[in-house]
């Protein structure tokens, strides 16, 4: 990058000298008739000479940088459908030149370069806006020349899944998959498993186990007949966190984020990206339970609460017993009296049966 600048100066120097040289001899002479312009010819190639060095790259390299970092955030269908607006309206702007070029100057000089560029930019506009539209119109047709069945839904079964690394690491997902629930494509990118590679070889024990569980459950990805799943070699320039690499990936891709990350969760929504949170379908399917309903659980460890126990059920919703803390390493029958959500999950609040407490507790 540092030599396609120095590159960029010596051209603006030598570009910025020549057009000093140039208007030294085109305007010296009018200033100073009787002057040798010698000098001041020389001294304005030297002065824009300078200028040029200084300023090249903030004229050409810096708004082409800006261009190529704006066009790395928009995703490629929008780039083919705003190409397609463009040669459309630029169709159009030249049937309407015909008819405008028998005007009387200057209207008929003026008028068709408004009209390509109004034209285009309407082209432009309207393409984007209806991309979704666009591309439904194209996979119509490309799926009715070859004679098959033609839906108008919107629905699209190759659709792309991002897969975040906790996700890999939390393994649900290889269940999930092989349930078939899941329509579409999942698509690992490289730095998610450049990732999940770092973790597999922390120098700490715990985290090491859990990134080779991952490198496991994606290999069981992979062998899974009922999905699709893909590592992709993309990547996005100028970011260096995962997180905001997989948002702005989504972003280009118009593809949701399949994760269990709560913070990524929360800033993908604020960025208006679709997220698929394990954990919301997890305390979807969970079974509803009502105030008065009976439960068994088994006791484990006490709670916040002066008196209270703390137990899990199989799907690992925390059941919280109040006046449990006796009960500690007992399996015993519980009243439920409150069921709260939260982001975290379930828990719920309960109370021992009377006949728990005369003794009939399960060790």
Sequence with gaps: M?????????????????????????????????????????????????????????????????????????????????????????IIAALTSLPISFLPKPFSSVLPFVAAVLFGY?????????????????????????????????????????????????????????????????????????????????????????????????????????ITTTIADIDVEGVREVDEKLIMLARQMQAPILTNDYNLNRVAELQGVQVLNINDLANAVKSILLPGELLTVNVIQEGKEAGQGVGYLDDGTMVVVEEGRNYIGKEIEVSVTKVLQTAAGRMIFSKPEAKSGNGNNKK
């Design 122 to 226: 309407l082209g432009v506009a309207i393409a984007v806006s209806r991309q979704g539209d666009l591309r439904d119109v194209l996979q119509i047709g490309h799926r009715g020349s070859k004679g098959s069945h033609v839906t108008t839904g919107k629905w699209q079964q190759d659709k792309s899944i991002l897969i975040d690394t906790s996700v890999i690491i939390d393994g649900r997902i290889a269940d999930i998959a092989r349930t078939g629930f899941i329509a579409g494509t999942l698509v690992i990118p490289r730095f998610v498993l450049n990732e999940l590679q770092y973790i597999a070889d922390s120098a700490e024990s715990l985290r090491r186990q859990r990134g080779r569980r991952g490198m496991e459950v994606l290999s069981a990805l992979q062998k899974e007949r009922a």
């Design 2 to 90: 540092k030599v396609t600048v120095l590159i960029f100066r010596f051209l603006g120097l030598i570009l910025f000298a020549a057009a000093g040289y140039y208007l030294g001899n085109l305007i010296v002479p009018l200033l100073f008739p009787t002057a040798a312009k010698l000098p001041y010819v020389i001294g304005s190639s030297v002065v824009l000479a300078v200028l040029g060095f200084l300023i090249m790259p903030a004229i050409t390299l810096n708004p082409i940088n800006l261009i190529r970092s704006y066009l790395s955030k928009i995703s490629g269908p929008t780039l083919l459908s705003a190409l397609i607006g463009l040669v459309m309206g630029l």
